[in-house]
């Protein structure tokens, strides 16, 4: 029970609390129970249940408060709760908030556009649930509905307007925030069955309690610590949205005004929270708040209503209004790359990738393998991406994970000009995959590689992995040969055009099949087809090819690298080199917060998805060891060229394997 509510007079409302926590379990998907955890986001989304209380005590207050509520109540108060909790899923997505209450929020995990799915599914679960107690009740939830939208719309229309008028904040607060708190109360009348002028006596005390309510977060925004709150504070300054007390002081302070008329940084949004604090403005909108929950007592001055239970009322109502809720901070995993150096692979397999370059032909020496930048990181992965448990596992995945550099170079190497030499390497490269592993199709360093690797790369996986693995293989180097006639050509693609161009060429299917032989597991088709693991890969792969893009801008530029973000934000807009980087940083800084809140979140959610034949955690890690991976590439020297790093000659290794459209078809197994 909240401890702001007297127990003696209403006896039951903590049990009736728990029944209405039962009626909010998650909205299931007929069919899809992989698709639960998205709208149940866990207890503590609901911890204190300020709606669901109202509604329990109006019915106290008009019914007989020493016997549980009605089941219809409950009903009620779940509804509306439900109407809130799905209007947070769409707040968070506008705001672009990644945590509510500590926990990742919804968009965060699944993405915006499920998130917005998902709250609309919750917001329905509501409505249904008012439907089902009657006409009035729906049409209660509509307009109240209705009145939520025009809040908010309201407050989006005014977003960095210096000059907002105190109405206009007012009608939007009454709007998004004080017509649901008076559906509350509203709805838990109507159940006692006493009359109109009860109910609506109520209803309006829920309306100006509920303008108070937000009066006082609107505060707590500007005073308050982010410990406090459980959430980011001053976040309403940086979002241009100005409440009553910033509305106030700008009034009477131009300079800040000038200040406010623009999206801020937020140095100067920290400015303008100290100018507003010492203008006097936030107790003057205290003040209001006070008077407001003063007639909202006001409305209770009904002589059908027990003074006693009005009086607790009135209690719970004045306690609610402060949000703050000190408490330590969990500690959470970092989403910073680990040591590049500290901590590298076992000097045992690093050794044995050397010799295997040298002994395959990849390179004459292990100098030359040393000269390289791109080549020479390999070894320095760190230990914890790559645990050497089982040495030949960890041989097989560094030298998948090697091989795939080189292929890689063989198509971005600037000294490769010819369109026809471009096609007849992919051509070679794909009879490569295909040949017979005792009798290559051709002599030469990439076959007798690819010859090594690949019977220990399919030991133990299933056909169905093998076919998917070499069909991802052709179309990356189906990718790799459009990426380089795109550079002969100087192409650059627009920036609608460079995430799925990008996408194609970045390896992602590879490494994670590197990964997945590692630790000796398969990730399952559906597990990867899951929403929230799709938008993961998604992130870490954005996240590590836009900073490695800006690391190797220098280099990308001198080699005509056509997908570069930077490159192709720069020729798209004209603006400088210095503001697309910022924009491309910009854009990984939230992504990489973004790829923090799904992490903490992925434990849980593979702990609960169904068919994972309780692997979970081994799942998880082979997705904790791709985060590393990705993030460890910007701190790696794969994308750090030195002066006196020397490339070595690729044409050597692709004369071996050029296949000319005129060349005898290769023998096959």
Wanted: with cysteine; glycine share 6%; charged share 25%.
């Amino acid at each position: 029970m909240p401890s702001e509510i007297d127990s003696a007079v209403f006896p039951y409302l903590e049990t009736d609390l728990d029944r209405v926590r039962d009626v909010l379990g998650p909205v299931r998907f007929r069919g899809r129970p992989e698709l639960t955890p998205l709208t149940d986001q866990g207890p503590d989304t609901s911890r204190r249940l300020v709606r669901p209380t109202l509604t329990l005590l109006s019915y106290y207050l008009l019914a007989d408060p020493s016997v549980p509520a009605d089941d219809r109540v409950v009903q009620a108060a779940a509804a509306v709760e439900l109407l809130h909790l799905g209007s947070l899923y769409h707040d968070d997505v506008i705001d672009h908030a990644y945590e509510r209450r500590g926990r990742p929020s919804a968009n965060a995990v699944w993405g915006s556009h499920m998130a917005v799915l998902g709250g609309d599914s919750v917001t329905m679960e509501g409505a249904h649930l008012l439907a089902e107690l009657g006409q009035r009740e729906a049409l209660a939830g509509t307009s109240a509905g209705k009145q939520m939208c025009a809040g908010v719309v309201i407050e989006a229309a005014d977003l960095y307007d210096p000059y907002r008028s105190e109405q206009s904040y007012l009608d939007s607060i009454d709007g998004k925030t004080a017509a649901l708190l008076s559906l509350a109360c509203r709805v838990g009348a109507m159940q006692a069955g006493r009359g109109d002028r009860e109910e609506e006596a109520l209803a309006m005390f829920g309306r100006h309690f509920g303008v108070a309510y937000q009066l006082y977060d609107d505060i707590l925004d500007l005073t308050s610590t982010a410990e406090e709150m459980g959430k980011p504070v001053n976040a309403d300054l940086l979002e241009g949205i100005y409440t009553l007390p910033v509305i106030r002081a700008a009034a009477r302070d131009r300079a800040l005004a000038r200040l406010l008329n623009r999206a801020m940084t937020g140095q100067e949004a920290a400015r303008a929270r100290e100018i507003v604090i010492a203008s006097g403005t936030v107790d003057e909108a205290q003040a209001m708040a006070d008077e407001l929950i003063d007639r909202a007592v006001g409305r209770l001055a009904v002589s059908t209503i027990d003074p006693r239970t009005r009086h607790a009322m009135t209690a719970y109502a004045r306690s609610a209004l402060d949000r703050r809720t000190p408490a330590p901070v969990a500690s959470r995993p970092s989403t910073q790359p680990p040591a590049a150096h500290d901590d590298a692979l076992s000097p045992q397999v690093a050794q044995w990738l050397r010799s295997w370059m040298v002994d395959t032909g990849l390179v004459i020496s292990p100098a030359e393998f040393d000269r390289h930048y791109r080549w020479a990181a390999t070894p320095r992965i760190p230990a914890q991406i790559l645990d050497a448990t089982d040495t030949a596992r960890a041989r097989t995945a560094v030298g998948l994970g090697m091989l795939a550099f080189v292929w890689d170079d063989l198509f971005d190497d600037p000294q490769l000009m010819d369109p026809q030499a471009v096609t007849a390497l992919r051509r070679g490269l794909v009879a490569t995959l295909h040949q017979d592993p005792q009798v290559p199709w051709r002599h030469g360093p990439i076959p007798a590689a690819w010859a090594y690797l690949w019977p220990r790369v399919r030991e133990g996986r299933s056909a169905r992995w093998q076919e998917r693995f070499l069909d991802s293989l052709e179309e990356w180097f189906e990718a790799a040969e459009r990426e380089a006639h795109h550079r002969i050509n100087g192409y650059i693609p627009p920036t609608a055009d460079y995430l799925s161009l990008r996408r194609s060429t970045s390896g992602i299917d590879i490494a994670i099949a590197g990964l997945e032989v590692h630790q000796d597991r398969e990730l399952p088709p559906k597990l990867r087809s899951h929403p929230v693991i799709r938008r993961l890969e998604e992130l870490l792969f954005m996240v590590t090819c836009a900073e490695n893009d800006v690391v190797g801008l220098d280099r990308d530029e001198a080699g005509h690298v056509p997908y570069n973000l930077v490159r192709a934000i720069q020729h798209e807009t004209g603006c400088s080199w210095g503001e697309a980087i910022e924009q491309v940083q910009r854009q990984t800084a939230e992504q990489r917060a973004q790829i923090d809140a799904l992490t903490r979140y992925l434990p849980a959610l593979l702990r609960v998805l169904p068919g994972l034949s309780g692997r979970g955690e081994e799942y998880a890690a082979i997705y904790e060891n791709m985060t590393n991976a990705a993030l460890w590439m910007r701190e790696s020297e794969r994308y750090t060229q030195t002066s006196t790093s020397a490339a070595p000659d690729l044409e050597r290794l692709r004369r071996d394997i050029y296949f000319l459209a005129a060349d005898p078809a290769p023998t096959t197994p």
